[in-house]
């Protein structure tokens, strides 16, 4: 089955890292990242800085990124494509021998958060004892494992999916409404606050697993 990890890495054991000691406020948000062979990684990734002129000197003298390219400018942020060349054994050994993917990944100042899909909880632990084995110091904070339904993948609960389905399905989120909480509480025979809650958090998830993997800190899933 599955598995879904969401691990930690330190900014100076991992690429960028001398972009962000060099320009703390910038943050990255990794779209795609593939592996070009076992010595380079490609990735596609949002940036925000309050200074991206300093913040492209920067990643012109970065040892670990060999030739970047903004592909897109929308003034308080910038998609750039960049080849990662150093400090970057992790995301190797989870692409090319893990054969797991890179969901998403956050990088600021201090840590990098990545959200990875790995194909069994084997190749998860393997990845742990590499990082061991390696001298990396990852950190997991949370894994869950994928069902038999696309729910998992986005770390919806059973009761957060069959909710957020039937507010979807009996009009909840229609302008106007055509149905309350109250009407999905009878539906579901659970108490209004219980809806609300399910509704709250499972919102949460989708924006938190569909989006991006922002820089708070997380939480248990709960129901």
């Not at 062979?37 to 490609?42: A, G, K, N």
């Not at 970065?62 to 960049?82: A, K, N, Q, T």
Request: glycine share 4%; aromatic share 8%.
């Amino acid at each position: 089955m599955s598995t879904i990890a969401e691990v930690e890495l330190p900014a100076d054991e991992f690429a960028l890292r001398k972009t962000l000691n060099a320009v703390p406020d910038a943050e990255f948000n990794v779209l795609r990242v593939a592996a070009h062979d076992d010595d380079s990684v490609l990735p596609y990734m949002w940036a925000e800085s309050d200074d991206f002129d300093a913040l492209d000197d920067a990643l012109r003298e970065d040892p670990s990124i060999d030739g970047f390219e903004v592909l897109e400018d929308l003034g308080d942020e910038r998609l750039y494509r960049m080849n990662w060349v150093e400090s970057i054994e992790v995301i190797v050994h989870v692409l090319v021998e893990e054969k797991a993917t890179v969901l998403n990944a956050h990088g600021e100042y201090e840590r990098w958060r990545l959200r990875l899909l790995f194909p069994d909880r084997n190749a998860l632990s393997a990845t742990y004892d590499f990082c061991e084995d390696s001298g990396l110091s990852l950190d997991i904070r949370n894994i869950y494992e994928m069902n038999d339904t696309r729910h998992g993948l986005f770390g919806l609960t059973e009761e957060q999916h069959e909710t957020l389905m039937m507010a979807l399905d009996e009009g909840y989120y229609d302008i106007p409404r055509d149905s309350t909480a109250d009407d999905l509480a009878d539906g579901l025979d659970i108490s209004h606050q219980a809806v609300s809650e399910r509704l709250r958090r499972g919102h949460r998830s989708l924006v938190k697993n569909a989006l991006a993997i922002g820089p708070e800190e997380r939480g248990n899933r709960t129901r």
